[in-house]
């Protein structure tokens, strides 16, 4: 029996024909009739599925959620969402977070639970499930499937960032589509999300900071046991935080996004983190903007080794003691007195968490890298700013003036990038434009364009990259991604010419185009601006909705949420 007044009571509680209706089909499942008289009702809400393969061992996790749930006296009821993959999704899985989050929230509301487990594996699942669950508002948690165990080729450690160097010895001849194919069950060699600090690390790294999950929810494998009692510590949990109405608002304050933002910055995390944690914040109320993404990581350093800003796994991260090991070593930098969903607080999570490997975590005063997080950079090519991972770009290419070679969409860029013909050299700034959130719509992963082939052969590594689009979190290189507003709404970066002046100063954080009044006033002229056409359906309502990504590509309309209140029945 619940100490507090059960939300799920409102059906299962009723008398009459309303509760014949909500108890008796339930029944049909086995379900006594005791588990209906004032148990937590708590709704696991699962992205299995096969489509999405980091998530695929999901249905067995459930099962040790729900034991925990159980033992601590509550009624588990598992309920499938929308589930994105990121791997087969076209043309991206982010043109479906927002659809995911809305029916993760309606789904949540119009049922009988009391408190919600979140399971949420490969990139984007995690923000749409939380971003859904904030609009609802119960006490909610996260429990992440892990990540895969490091992949082994040709006898050296790969992951996720590896594919983007496979792709360019596969383009330059150095090998052969045999050894891809056989790369590739070396890669993915058991079940969980990338192995790397990639999008997915990067969003079950944010939930733990956030304090939305257990400790060490970001970092145990997905193939190891303690993954499974993490889940059913996760459904003990729950259970006490419905009796606590511990609610997600009371865990996800201003502090814990600040945290948020400086923990991600000490693990490399990337930059689709600042799209998503911005969504998420807007479900909420709290106060976040772009630059305070700059302001709290600022003076953070990069604490792990781990891909791509470092040279490991995510799995190592967990044998050197995880991410409360790694907040340990930063918490004069953390506020460690908020409330966790554990109940306790962040300062006691991280209490006793020595480094193992001091290889993999390194301590504040001697870390990895001493260039972190996100910088925001701004200029008249991006009024409303653009970011770049610092950790993950070549330090030579931090200050670079040089001329721009532009693609006008990705079909452009595909099409010319490795022709001979192409004006290009090692000192030009590509330019991709049409890739944001209308302009593809979703915003694809296409910001960090391959360098063209002719420069790959004498040896170039990176170039300055510019674009209104993202960057996968395994990606790397001087790339200037979110350019906001984009293209396709009408920003600057929809005039920009060949041959072009572009300035990047990442320590002074600007970004400049070096174009005249008078000429960009004639090239507006020449070429006057047409929004995107509408589109029927989804892609409609998206291109229509969609807010641009300094504001984190939320819909207009979702933003804030409506409670946990339903008036009415439905006979
Ligand atoms: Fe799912 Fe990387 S593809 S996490
Ligand atoms: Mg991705």
Not at 244 to 256: G, H, I, N, Q, Y
Not at 320 to 336: C, I, R, V, Y
Not at 342 to 349: C, D, I, L, Q, S
Request: charged share 25%; hydrophobic share 40%.
């Amino acid at each position: 029996m619940s100490k507090v007044e059960l939300r799920s009571q409102q059906w299962f509680g009723k008398t009459g024909k309303d509760g014949f209706i909500y108890r008796a089909w339930m029944k049909n499942q086995g379900i006594p009739d005791d588990y209906f008289q004032g148990k937590p009702v708590i709704g696991i809400c699962n992205t299995w599925s096969e489509l999405t393969p980091c998530n695929a061992h999901f249905r067995e996790l459930a099962e040790f959620v729900k034991k925990g749930i159980i033992e601590a006296g509550g009624f588990p009821v598992e309920f499938p969402v929308m589930s994105l993959g990121e791997t087969l999704i076209k043309p991206t899985a982010m043109l479906y977070r927002n659809l995911a989050s809305m029916d993760v929230e309606e789904s949540i509301r119009a049922n009988p639970i009391d408190g919600v487990v979140l399971m949420c594996g490969c990139d984007k699942t995690t923000p749409s499930l939380v971003m859904g669950a904030c609009s609802v508002d119960l006490p909610t948690l996260v429990i992440s499937g892990g990540p895969m165990m490091k992949g082994k080729f040709k006898g050296k450690e790969i992951g996720t960032s590896d594919v983007w160097r496979f792709a360019e010895a596969y383009k330059l001849g150095e090998l052969t589509q045999k050894e891809f194919i056989e790369a590739e069950a070396c890669m993915a060699r058991t079940p969980g999300h990338c192995a790397v600090m990639g999008t997915a690390s990067t969003m079950a790294t944010m939930v733990e900071a956030l304090g939305l999950s257990l400790p060490q929810n970001a970092a145990i494998p997905a193939a190891d046991v303690r993954r499974k009692v993490l889940a059913q510590h996760s459904g003990r949990r729950i259970v006490e935080m419905v009796n606590e109405d511990l609610k997600m608002s009371k865990v996800l304050t201003r502090p814990a996004f600040e945290n948020a933002i400086r923990v991600n910055a000490a693990t490399g995390g990337s930059t689709n983190f600042v799209i998503h944690l911005t969504a998420i914040a807007g479900r909420l109320g709290v106060d976040l903007k772009l630059d305070d993404f700059d302001e709290f990581s600022r003076n953070i350093p990069l604490l792990a080794n781990i891909q791509p800003s470092g040279e490991h796994f995510m799995e190592d991260l967990y044998y050197a003691g995880g991410l409360p090991a790694l907040m340990n070593q930063m918490k004069e930098h953390l506020h460690t007195s908020i409330v966790t969903v554990n109940g306790k607080t962040v300062g006691e999570n991280i209490e006793n968490t020595p480094i193992y490997e001091p290889s993999i975590i390194s301590t504040f005063d001697a870390p990895f890298k001493p260039d972190s997080g996100i910088a925001v950079v701004r200029g008249n090519l991006a009024p409303n700013g653009a970011v770049l991972k610092p950790s993950a770009a070549s330090k030579a290419l931090f200050k670079h003036r040089g001329k721009a070679v532009v693609f006008e969409n990705i079909e452009d860029y595909h099409a010319r990038i490795d022709s001979p013909e192409l004006e290009v050299d090692e000192n030009s700034v590509m330019v991709l434009k049409n890739v944001g959130p209308k302009g593809y719509p979703g915003m694809a992963e296409v910001g960090n364009m391959g360098i063209p082939k002719k420069l790959l052969e004498k040896g170039v590594k990176d170039m300055v990259r510019i674009s209104d689009g993202r960057m996968s979190g395994t990606g790397f290189g001087t790339v200037i991604l979110h350019v906001s507003p984009e293209s396709a709404a009408g920003g600057p970066l929809n005039w920009v010419h060949n041959g072009d002046f572009i300035a990047l100063d990442v320590e002074n954080r600007t970004i400049n185009w070096e174009v005249s009044e008078e000429e960009l006033a004639a090239r507006k002229v020449a070429q006057p601006f047409e929004k995107p056409k509408t589109i029927r359906g989804y892609v409609g309502l998206f291109i229509d909705h969609v807010e641009q990504a300094d504001q984190g590509a939320d819909f207009d309309f979702l933003k804030g949420g409506s409670g946990s209140i339903v008036t009415r029945d439905s006979h």
